[in-house]
C-alpha cells in the first residue's frame, strides 16, 4: 500500500514537472519559481540596503561626535591661551604700576649706608661691563647686585654703558628694570640718563640710515621711562618726535624716520597717543548649543576663568597712568602729521616702482634680458617700497587710520605676467582690430586668426558644463548602455571629420558641434586628435590651432591638454639628434600658428628661440627656420614683441656670419630672415614708354601665338621701320627671357619679316651671335639660362632659313673649341663651364641636328660629332645629367654611331677621320657642290621674285668648306706635291711647288701653323680642335692654264714667305705652261672639273627631285589645314613640311 502510494505519488510529481516544462502558465511551473525567486531577490536587496544605511547613519553620527569633540577641544586651548594671556598683560600692567609708584617716591640710602656697601673698583667696573650687556644677562641678579654695590662714583660711567649698550627693543622692559633701580638708589642718574639718550638725535650723531635701530630703541626707552616716573620731561620727547617727522621729498629721512615713529605708535599707542587699553580678543564661540558629559562642564569652568581674567585685566588698566589729554592730543597730532606725509611719500615710491617695472618690462622685451644696473635698482627701490609699506601700515593701524589707495597705472604693459598667469590676448579682448590690422598682412588673414566664433552665445550653457556626473549615471544604469555606445559612436564619427577642416567656417563648425558632445573624455580624445597631428599635413596646422583657440574660453582644459602635448612634442625632438626633419618643422610650426592665435605666452617663444640659439646646430637650424617661417612676421609686425624680435633676429644674424654654415643653411637662414623683415624700398615704378613701344611690346609679348603669327606680322610691317626695327630687336631677343616656348615663335616671325626688310634678319642673327660669343667670354651662372635660350633661338633660326649650315657648323666649334685667356686658373670654374658649354652644344643640335641627315652636312656633323666625343670624354667623368644629356642627342641624331669609350680611341677615330678626308678631293668639291645645291634650293622652294629670299637669309651664300675640310684638302695636297688653290668662282688650277723652295716652306709653316693658333685662341683647346690653315695661296694671272694653246705663257704664282729684316712676305713665282709642274697640274684639274661636274650634276638632280616631293607635300598640307605654316610662304623649317625641332623641351624656360 505505501509502496504504491509513493510511486503514485512520484507519478504526480513528474506530471506536474512534465506540465510545468509545457505550459509557463501553471502554477507549478518555471515562470511561479522565477516569479519566487525574484521576490526573495528583492527582500535581500532591500534589507541589504536598509543595513547599509544603518551603517551610514552610525558612521555619520560617530564621525559627528569625534568633530564636535575635536571642535570642543581645540576651543577650550584657545579659551586656555586666550586666559593665560590676559592674566600676562594684567600682571605686567600691575608691575609697571607698581615700579611707577616706586620711582615716584624712591627710597634712596644715605651717606651712610652707601659707605657700608662695596665701592671698590673691580666691583663697579664688574657692573659697568654686565650693564652694557643689560637684558642678556639675569635681571634680577643684576638688580641685587646693583643695590649691594655704592656707584654714587660711577653714575656717569653707568649712564654710558647703557646708552651704548647693544639693546634690542625686546630688551626695552629689562633696561627700564635695571634704570629703576638706579633711578630709586641714585638722584642725577635720570637726569644724565635722558640728557645722553636725546643726544642721540641731536645733528651731529651719525647719519639717519646708518643709526635708526639705536634710535628706534632709544626713543621707547624714553617713553618707558616716562611712563614708569624715571622721568617727567613729556615735552622733551614731543620735541624728539616731531624733529623725526620728514619732508615729503626728503626721502632719506623719511626711509630712516619712518620706522622709529611707528615702532613707537605701536608700543606705546596707550601710553602716548590716548588710546583706549583693548584685551586681546576672545576665541569664538562654539557652533553647536548642545552642551553636555564631561567635556562640556571643562568648557563652563574655562570660560569662567577666562571672563574672571578679563575682569581683572579690565580693573587693571583702569587704575594705569596716563598722561594728561593735553599731551596726549599733542603726540596724536604728530603721529597724524607724520602718516599724511608718510603716506603721500608711499603713493610717489609706489608710481616710481611702476614705471621701474615698465621700464623693466620695455627692457626685457627689447633685449631679452635685465642689466645687472636695472636688476639691482629695481631691487633696491622693491626692498625701500616694501618697508615703507610695512611702516605706513603699522602708523594706520595705530592711528586708526586707512591706508592710501595704491592704484596701477591702467597704461602700463604686463605683458609678461598676463601671459605668464594663461590670460588670452584675443579672447580677453586686448588685441583691437587696430592692431591685428597692423600685424596681420590683409583682411582675411587677420578674420582668420582673430574673429573667432562666441560659443557661449551660440550654444546653451548647460552643453558647457561638465557633464560626467551624468554621463556615470547613464553608464550605471543597464538599461541606458546602448545608449552610451551611440554616444561614443558619434563623437568617433565627430572626430574624424577632423582631418577634413581645412577652412574657416569647418573649424567653426566643428567646434559648434563638439560643445554638444562635451564630456571630459570627450575632450581628452579631442586634444590627444589635436596634438597628434598626421605626417605630412602641414595645411591642417592652422585650422587645428584656430579649432584650439575657438574651444579654449569654454573649455580651457582643452587649450591647457594641447599646450602641454605640443610642449612635449618640442622637447622631444629638439633633445633627440636622430629625429625627423619632418617632425620638427611639423610641430614647429604647429607652434608658430598658436602663437599667431595668442594661446602661447610671447616669452615662451623666445626662451624657445634663445634656446636653439644657444646650440646652433644644423637641425637647430631648421627648426628655427621653420618657426620664424611660420610665426616670425607676426612677432616682428606686433607692436609688443617688435623690439625683441629685431634684437633676436639680428643675433641670428651675426652667429650666422660668425659661422661657416653650408649653402643650403646659410641659405635657409637668409630666407627666413628676410621673411620676416623684408628689406624697406619702394614700390616698382612702371617705365614710361612711348605707345609705338607698349604696341609692339603688347603684340610680340601678349599676343604672339602659333595661330597669330600672320596677325602679328601684318601688324608689325605697318610700323615705320626705320624707326621702330631696333626696338622691335631688341624685344625679340627679350622673349627669349620669357616662355621656352616663345622661342620658335620668334624665329617664325623673324623669318617671315626678313621676306620685307632684309636688314631685320641680319640684324637679329648678329646679336644672337654677339650675344653667345659673350656668354662664352663672360662666364656666369646667373646668365646659364639666358645663354641656352640664345642657341636655341640660333637654332630656330636655322629651321626658318634664316641662317646657313656654315653658321651652326662655326658656332658649335666655337662652343667646343674657345678658350677664354682671362679666365685665370680656378679649375672648378673652368670645369663648370666646360659642362655648360656641352649642354649648350647639345641645344642647338637638338633644335636643329635633325636635318643634318643627308649631303656633306651629315658629313660635317658626322665629324663634329667625334670632335664632340673628344670633348666630352677629355672632360670625363660627367656628371649625370650632363652624361644622360650627351646620350640623348647621340642616340636621337646618329643611333648607329660608334660610341667612345676612352680619349684615346676617340683621338684615334678623329686622326682617322682627318686623314680620310685629306686623301679624298672629292669631298671638298662636293660641299661646294652642296653650297651651290643650298642655294639652288632656297631659290626653287621660293615663289617670290628672284630678288627677294621667301626664306629670310636661309642660302649658304660663302660657298666655302669648314675649317675641316680646308685642313683635309690642304694636307692631302701637300702630301702629293701640289696644290689646290680655289678663287671666289671656285676655278682650279694645279701647279707644282718649286723645289728650291722645300726648305723654306717647311719651316714657315710651322711658324705660320703658331701664328694662327695663337690668333684663334684654342691653345688650350683638344688638339683635334684646332684647324691648321692652307701652307700656300696661289692665283692664276690671266685665263686659266686649263685652256691655254700659247706655250710662250707663264703661270704666276703667289705664296707667303717669312724673312728676317723685310715686311713683304709675298713672293710671286712665273712658271712655264710647258714645264712637268704646270703640265700635271694641268692634266688633273681637268680630271677633277670634270668628276666634280659630274658630281654637281647628280646633287642637283636629287635635290629637284626632292623639293619637288617638298612642295607636294606642303601644297596637301596647306589645303588640309587652311593656314600656312611659319611667319609668311615659304618660311617653315627647312627639309620637312611642318616644322620638328627635335626632342621635346619645357616650355616654361625659366624651369631649365
Not at 566643428?510 to 560643445?515: I, K, M, N, Q
Request: aromatic share 6%.
Amino acid at each position: 500500500m505505501d509502496d504504491s502510494s509513493g510511486f503514485e505519488r512520484a507519478f504526480d510529481v513528474s506530471k506536474r514537472g512534465r506540465s510545468g516544462r509545457r505550459g509557463r502558465g501553471h502554477p507549478g511551473g518555471r515562470g511561479h519559481r522565477d516569479k519566487r525567486s525574484e521576490q526573495t531577490r528583492e527582500s535581500r536587496a532591500k534589507e541589504e540596503r536598509e543595513r547599509l544605511e544603518r551603517e551610514a547613519q552610525e558612521r555619520s553620527q560617530r564621525e559627528e561626535a569625534e568633530l564636535r569633540a575635536k571642535e570642543e577641544a581645540e576651543k577650550l586651548d584657545a579659551i586656555k591661551d586666550a586666559t593665560a594671556r590676559m592674566r600676562e598683560l594684567t600682571r605686567a600692567a600691575r608691575s609697571k604700576r607698581e615700579l611707577r609708584l616706586a620711582n615716584l617716591s624712591p627710597n634712596r640710602p644715605d651717606e651712610t649706608q652707601l659707605r657700608a656697601l662695596d665701592s671698590s673698583v673691580k666691583r663697579n667696573t664688574a657692573l659697568i661691563k654686565r650693564l652694557r650687556q643689560v637684558g642678556e644677562d639675569g635681571n634680577e641678579s643684576l638688580s641685587e647686585d646693583l643695590k649691594r654695590a655704592n656707584q654714587s662714583k660711577y653714575v656717569s660711567e653707568a649712564v654710558q654703558a647703557i646708552v651704548e649698550s647693544q639693546m634690542k627693543p625686546r630688551h626695552v622692559s629689562a633696561v627700564v628694570q635695571v634704570c629703576s633701580v638706579l633711578h630709586q638708589r641714585y638722584a642725577e642718574f635720570s637726569g644724565q640718563l635722558v640728557s645722553s639718550l636725546a643726544d642721540l638725535f641731536g645733528s651731529d650723531q651719525k647719519p639717519l640710515e646708518e643709526n635708526t635701530a639705536k634710535r628706534r630703541t632709544a626713543l621707547r626707552l624714553l617713553a618707558d621711562l616716562l611712563y614708569c616716573g624715571v622721568h617727567s620731561e613729556a615735552e622733551l620727547l614731543l620735541g624728539i618726535v616731531r624733529d623725526l617727522v620728514p619732508s615729503e621729498t626728503d626721502r632719506a629721512k623719511m626711509h630712516a624716520s619712518l620706522p622709529v615713529l611707528s615702532s613707537l605708535a605701536k608700543s606705546c599707542r596707550r601710553e602716548l597717543l590716548g588710546a583706549p587699553a583693548t584685551a586681546p580678543p576672545a576665541p569664538e564661540e562654539h557652533s553647536s548649543t548642545e552642551v553636555c558629559g564631561e567635556q562640556s562642564a571643562v568648557l563652563v569652568a574655562a570660560k569662567e576663568e577666562l571672563d574672571k581674567a578679563r575682569e581683572e585685566y579690565a580693573e587693571e588698566a583702569e587704575r594705569a597712568y596716563a598722561l594728561p589729554e593735553r599731551v596726549t592730543k599733542q603726540f596724536a597730532e604728530v603721529m597724524d602729521a607724520a602718516f599724511n606725509k608718510a603716506a603721500k611719500a608711499l603713493v610717489a615710491e609706489h608710481r616710481r616702482l611702476l614705471k621701474q617695472e615698465k621700464e623693466n618690462a620695455n627692457m626685457l622685451s627689447t633685449k631679452g634680458e635685465l642689466s645687472e644696473e636695472a636688476a639691482s635698482a629695481y631691487e633696491k627701490l622693491r626692498k625701500e617700497y616694501d618697508a615703507l609699506h610695512r611702516n605706513v601700515s603699522t602708523l594706520a593701524e595705530s592711528l586708526d587710520r586707512e591706508m592710501p589707495e595704491l592704484k596701477a597705472e591702467e597704461d602700463t604693459p604686463q605683458e609678461g605676467a598676463a601671459q605668464e598667469a594663461g590670460t588670452i590676448g584675443v579672447l580677453s579682448g586686448k588685441a583691437t582690430e587696430a592692431e591685428g590690422s597692423q600685424v596681420f598682412d590683409d583682411e582675411d588673414t587677420r578674420a582668420f586668426y582673430e574673429s573667432l566664433p562666441d560659443l557661449r552665445s551660440l550654444v546653451p550653457a548647460v552643453l558647457l558644463q561638465d557633464a560626467d556626473q551624468e554621463g556615470a549615471a547613464a553608464a550605471a544604469s543597464e538599461g541606458k548602455a546602448g545608449g552610451g555606445e551611440a554616444v561614443s559612436g558619434k563623437l568617433e564619427m565627430l572626430l574624424m571629420r577632423l582631418p577634413a577642416c581645412v577652412s574657416r567656417d569647418l573649424c567653426d563648425e566643428f567646434s559648434l558641434d563638439f560643445c554638444y558632445h562635451n564630456s571630459k573624455a570627450a575632450r581628452k580624445n579631442l586634444v590627444q586628435a589635436l596634438v597628434e597631428v598626421p605626417r605630412g599635413a602641414m595645411q591642417l596646422l592652422p585650422h587645428f590651432a584656430r579649432i584650439t583657440a575657438s574651444l579654449a574660453p569654454v573649455f580651457p582644459d582643452v587649450l591647457q591638454g594641447v599646450l602641454s602635448g605640443v610642449e612635449r612634442k618640442v622637447e622631444a625632438l629638439l633633445a633627440r639628434k636622430e629625429s625627423s626633419l619632418e617632425a620638427r618643422t611639423r610641430y614647429m610650426q604647429y607652434t608658430g600658428e598658436l602663437c599667431k592665435f595668442r594661446l602661447i605666452p610671447y616669452g615662451t617663444i623666445f626662451h624657445l628661440f634663445k634656446a636653439l640659439l644657444d646650440n646652433f646646430s644644423p637641425p637647430n637650424i631648421e627648426a628655427m627656420c621653420s618657426l620664424l617661417e611660420c610665426a616670425g612676421r607676426f612677432l616682428y609686425k606686433n607692436p609688443e614683441t617688435s623690439s625683441r624680435m629685431v634684437n633676436m633676429l639680428e643675433i641670428m644674424m651675426r652667429i650666422k656670419n660668425a659661422r661657416s654654415l653650408d649653402g643650403r643653411l646659410s641659405s635657409l637662414v637668409d630666407s627666413a630672415y628676410y621673411q620676416c623683415c623684408p628689406p624697406e624700398r619702394s614700390a616698382a615704378v612702371a617705365k614710361k614708354r612711348p605707345p609705338e613701344h607698349e604696341w609692339i611690346r603688347h603684340l610680340v609679348y601678349d599676343q604672339l601665338t602659333q595661330d597669330s603669327i600672320q596677325w602679328v606680322m601684318k601688324k608689325l610691317r605697318k610700323l615705320p621701320w626705320q624707326e621702330f626695327e631696333p626696338y622691335l630687336i631688341k624685344c625679340l631677343l627679350k622673349v627669349v627671357r620669357g616662355r621656352y616656348s616663345q622661342i620658335p615663335l620668334v624665329a617664325s616671325l623673324a623669318s617671315g619679316l626678313s621676306k620685307y626688310h632684309d636688314t631685320l634678319g641680319i640684324a637679329l642673327v648678329d646679336s644672337v651671335l654677339e650675344h653667345i660669343h659673350q656668354g662664352l667670354e663672360r662666364p656666369s651662372t646667373g646668365q646659364y639660362q639666358l645663354r641656352v635660350a640664345h642657341v636655341r633661338l640660333l637654332g630656330e633660326m636655322y629651321n626658318y632659313r634664316l641662317v646657313n649650315s656654315r653658321v651652326i657648323f662655326d658656332t658649335l666649334h666655337l662652343i667646343v673649341s674657345f678658350v677664354d685667356e682671362g679666365a685665370g686658373q680656378a679649375g672648378e670654374a673652368v670645369l663648370e663651364h666646360a659642362l655648360f658649354r656641352i649642354r649648350l652644344v647639345c641645344t642647338l643640335l637638338s633644335a636643329c641636328g635633325q636635318y643634318f641627315d643627308r649631303g656633306p652636312s651629315k658629313r660635317r656633323l658626322d665629324q663634329f660629332l667625334v670632335l664632340f666625343q673628344h670633348f666630352c670624354l677629355w672632360l670625363a667623368p660627367l656628371p649625370l645629367d650632363v652624361e644622360y644629356d650627351v646620350d640623348d642627342l647621340l642616340s636621337s641624331l646618329r643611333p648607329r654611331m660608334r660610341r667612345f669609350s676612352t680619349l684615346e680611341e676617340a683621338t684615334e677615330a678623329l686622326h682617322g677621320a682627318h686623314g680620310g678626308a685629306a686623301s679624298g678631293a672629292e669631298e671638298d668639291r662636293a660641299g661646294a657642290a652642296d653650297a651651290q645645291g643650298e642655294d639652288d634650293r632656297s631659290e626653287s622652294a621660293s615663289s617670290a621674285a628672284e630678288s627677294d629670299d621667301s626664306g629670310g637669309a636661309g642660302k649658304d651664300r660663302s660657298g666655302q668648306p669648314p675649317a675641316e675640310s680646308m685642313d683635309e684638302d690642304t694636307d692631302g695636297n701637300c702630301s702629293d706635291g701640289a696644290i689646290l688653290m680655289n678663287d671666289d668662282d671656285s676655278e682650279e688650277v694645279n701647279v707644282r711647288r718649286p723645289v728650291v723652295e722645300q726648305e723654306l716652306d717647311e719651316d714657315f709653316e710651322a711658324q705660320f701653323r703658331a701664328v694662327m693658333q695663337e690668333m684663334t685662341g684654342i691653345r688650350g683647346a683638344p688638339a683635334a680642335a684646332a684647324a691648321p690653315p692652307p701652307v700656300l695661296s696661289a692665283k692664276a694671272s690671266g685665263k686659266q692654264g686649263a685652256g691655254q694653246d700659247d706655250a710662250d705663257s707663264a703661270v704666276s704664282f703667289k705664296f707667303l714667305m717669312k724673312r728676317a729684316g723685310k715686311d713683304d712676305r709675298t713672293r710671286e713665282l712665273q712658271v712655264p705652261l710647258n714645264s712637268a709642274m704646270a703640265v700635271n697640274a694641268r692634266k688633273k684639274g681637268e680630271a677633277e672639273a670634270e668628276e666634280r661636274n659630274e658630281i654637281k650634276r647628280l646633287v642637283l638632280e636629287a635635290s629637284k627631285r626632292e623639293e619637288e616631293e617638298i612642295r607636294a607635300a606642303e601644297r596637301a598640307s596647306r589645303v588640309q589645314q587652311g593656314r600656312h605654316q611659319g611667319g609668311g610662304k615659304g618660311s617653315g623649317p627647312r627639309g620637312a613640311p611642318a616644322p620638328q625641332r627635335g626632342p621635346s623641351l619645357p616650355d616654361d624656360f625659366m624651369g631649365l
